[in-house]
């Protein structure tokens, strides 16, 4: 009964390193998101999917990219990575989009820093 | 717009004691609303939501969460704190779009 599984679970990049950070959820989930916690700031929203070949921005979408090839998986791409983007990334999965009644399960997280 | 705001940063309890978090929301129309609890280390896990219906909620470990219209808001309580209770909780909500509070870290003190 995996949920939402999340790879690395730690990493330190150097500014400038590019890296992808994996998510893959076992639900048939359509709505998958990527969100960085930042401490006193809550969840911010990166990118997010509401469907296989189908992505969208969310409130802080730069420095990274998205793609979504299949149901199950939905990767985060960091470019050319900066300090500002140490943080805490978590991926989710919902059944419909948030906003509604269904609620997101979440990933254990990535703690990534960047030095 | 709307948002979600959560009172307090930090609240600290003794063993025992009441659990009071205290969550308001900004919405022109009734939002759907969520506490999530994270545990150190760990993603966010859904402790109780209110969608329709019954304006108190129930959810898992004991804590429960009052829908109230008129105020606005949608504080989560626990009668007894325990000490596994100890993480941070997190109000969201919205219609058709969700927002995050910035999250109440609960210290319980033995």
């Known amino acids: 009964n995996a949920g939402v599984t999340q790879t690395p679970k730690f990493q330190v990049l150097k500014t400038g390193q590019s890296m992808t950070l994996q998510c893959a959820q076992d639900?048939?989930?359509?709505?998958m998101s990527w969100y960085r916690q930042d401490p006193g700031m809550g969840l911010r929203l990166i990118h997010y999917s509401v469907g296989a070949g189908i992505t969208d921005q969310g409130e802080v979408p730069n420095g990274y990219n998205v793609s979504r090839s299949t149901t199950e998986d939905f990767p985060l791409r960091l470019l050319s990575a900066a300090p500002s983007q140490t943080s805490v990334y978590f991926c989710?999965?919902?059944?419909?989009?948030?906003?509604?009644?269904?609620?997101?399960?979440f990933g254990q997280g990535t703690r990534l820093t960047v030095v | 717009a709307q948002s979600v705001t959560q009172l307090g940063s930090h609240v600290s309890v003794s063993e025992g004691a009441l659990v009071l978090l205290r969550c308001n929301y900004s919405?022109?129309?009734?939002?759907?609303l969520f506490w999530y609890v994270q545990y150190p280390n760990q993603g966010l896990q859904l402790l109780l939501k209110?969608?329709?219906?019954?304006?108190l909620v129930k959810g898992i470990n004991g804590f429960e969460a009052e829908f109230k219209k008129s105020e606005t808001s949608f504080h989560l309580t626990k009668p007894s704190a325990h000490m596994s209770d100890a993480a941070e909780y997190f109000c969201a909500g919205g219609y058709q779009k969700v927002t995050f509070g910035t999250g109440t870290k609960l210290q319980v003190i033995p």
């Open positions: 989710a999965s919902s059944s419909r989009e948030p906003g509604w009644d269904t609620e997101a399960f």
């Open positions: 919405s022109s129309v009734p939002p759907y």
């Open positions: 639900m048939n989930h359509e709505y």
């Open positions: 209110y969608t329709t219906g019954a304006t």
